[in-house]
């Protein structure tokens, strides 16, 4: 795992609510990539976020929720912040 991906999962971990896809990923770029990358590896998936409609659709927003294996895959890895000098 990067360290722009574990900074995503870590981030999205401390969260309380699921948080918006487009909040993520609205510019695409690195931010998009790090996003698939977890995606593809189960550490993280999309979900309908409970409170929020999307415009175009009328249904709900896509929300991204850490899954069971993105919490153990964070509890294997050394923290970013330990990497830092």
Request: glycine share 10%.
């Amino acid at each position: 795992m990067t360290p722009k991906q574990r900074d995503l999962l870590e981030r999205l971990a401390r969260r309380e609510t699921p948080a918006l896809e487009l909040n993520l990923v609205g510019s695409g770029g690195h931010g998009a990539r790090a996003l698939d990358a977890l995606l593809k590896a189960g550490y993280v998936m999309r979900d309908d976020h409970p409170t929020v409609k999307d415009r175009r659709t009328g249904g709900p927003a896509l929300a991204i929720v850490v899954t069971d294996a993105g919490r153990k895959a964070l509890d294997r890895a050394p923290s970013v912040d330990s990497a830092k000098p």
